[in-house]
Structure formats: C-alpha cells, structure tokens
C-alpha cells in the first residue's frame, strides 16, 4: 500500500464531471487515450506520472487518493475545486487598459488572447472593449469539478541518500 513519502508510479486521465464538455479528458498520461480522445500533442511526452506522496507536487485530491492504493489497482475519484485546481480568486481577475497590454506586445488584444504580467504569471484575457481589457489569472480549471482516473502501476520507497551522505563513525 502507497504510504507518504513513498514514490508513487501512476498512469492518469482527468475530465470535467460538470458542463457542456462533462466526460471529455482534459488530461491523461496514456497516449492512447490521448489519441482517441483527439488531445494528442507531438510536444508532449505521454508517459506515466512519478512524484512522491505527500509532498505537494500534484494537485491535493490525486495526492490523497493515492494513498492506500495497491499495485494494479485502479481508482476513480471526483474532486471538488479545493481539492483540484482551486477555487476561483476573484482578486486574480483584473482590468487594466487596453493600451498597456498592447503596448507590451505585439498583438491586439483579443478575447482569449494568453498574457503575461510583469511578475511573470500567465493569465487568459475574457473581455475586451475599446479602453479596458479583463484578465483572469486563475488556473484555467479553478472552480471545476474533476474526475480523475488512476491506475497505480508501480511504488516503492525513496531512497533518501547513500551512508557515504549519511555519515560513518
């Protein structure tokens, strides 16, 4: 069984549970699921997903539901926003003058449109006027509900270090 700090090896598949797009994948780590879902990239490298349990490296939902889990077993979930992407942060969504964000770059901007601000977070434009343009810099998935498929393929205990970093008397 998975425990904390153990090295979890897992292929997954998210889809939006709500919505006009409720089902689809967003998300997997299995090619083939990419190509028939139609969400394959050349760019992307579909393999399965290593990380640490505990540690906050994946969302906190897909985290915990690895806990427990068997080699070959396979586990659905559905995850509220806090436990997923976050809700959304109305204070993450800003207008600012059109003529700023233009003036920083090369293109008119569009509904869409991806920005980035001067602290270097990325953020979707959603509305545009003559003067002023919205930005939203939550995670494109804050305040959805997700699903999440997820097959353990494979655990073990991290190695934390050689004695030689250990130290010897």
């Given at each position: 069984?998975?425990?904390?700090?153990?090295?979890?090896?897992?292929?997954?598949?998210?889809?939006?549970?709500?919505?006009?797009?409720?089902?689809?994948?967003?998300?997997?780590?299995?090619?083939?699921?990419?190509?028939?879902?139609?969400?394959?990239?050349?760019?992307?490298?579909?393999?399965?997903?290593?990380?640490?349990?505990?540690?906050?490296?994946?969302i906190p939902g897909l985290?915990?539901?690895?806990?427990?889990?068997?080699?070959?077993e396979e586990r659905t979930?559905?995850?509220?926003?806090?436990?997923?992407?976050?809700?959304?942060?109305?204070?993450?969504?800003?207008?600012?003058?059109?003529?700023?964000?233009?003036?920083?770059?090369?293109?008119?901007a569009e509904v869409g449109?991806?920005?980035?601000?001067?602290?270097?977070?990325?953020?979707?434009?959603?509305?545009?006027?003559?003067?002023?343009?919205?930005?939203?810099?939550?995670?494109?998935?804050?305040?959805?509900?997700?699903?999440?498929?997820?097959?353990?393929?494979?655990?073990?205990?991290?190695?934390?270090?050689?004695?030689?970093?250990?130290?010897?008397?």
């Open positions: 069984m998975v425990e904390q700090g153990e090295i979890a090896i897992v292929h997954l598949t998210g889809r939006l549970v709500d919505g006009p797009e409720a089902g689809e994948p967003f998300e997997t780590t299995d090619v083939d699921v990419a190509l028939e879902a139609g969400i394959y990239h050349d760019q992307r490298d579909f393999k399965p997903l290593e990380f640490r349990v505990g540690e906050g490296h994946i985290d915990e539901a690895v806990q427990g889990m068997t080699e070959g979930v559905v995850l509220e926003p806090e436990a997923a992407y976050g809700a959304v942060d109305e204070d993450a969504i800003v207008t600012v003058p059109r003529e700023e964000i233009e003036s920083r770059s090369d293109t008119t449109g991806l920005v980035e601000s001067e602290s270097g977070e990325y953020g979707w434009i959603t509305a545009v006027d003559d003067e002023r343009v919205t930005v939203d810099f939550n995670h494109e998935l804050a305040g959805e509900r997700v699903e999440f498929e997820i097959r353990l393929l494979e655990s073990h205990a991290s190695k934390t270090g050689s004695a030689g970093e250990r130290g010897t008397a």
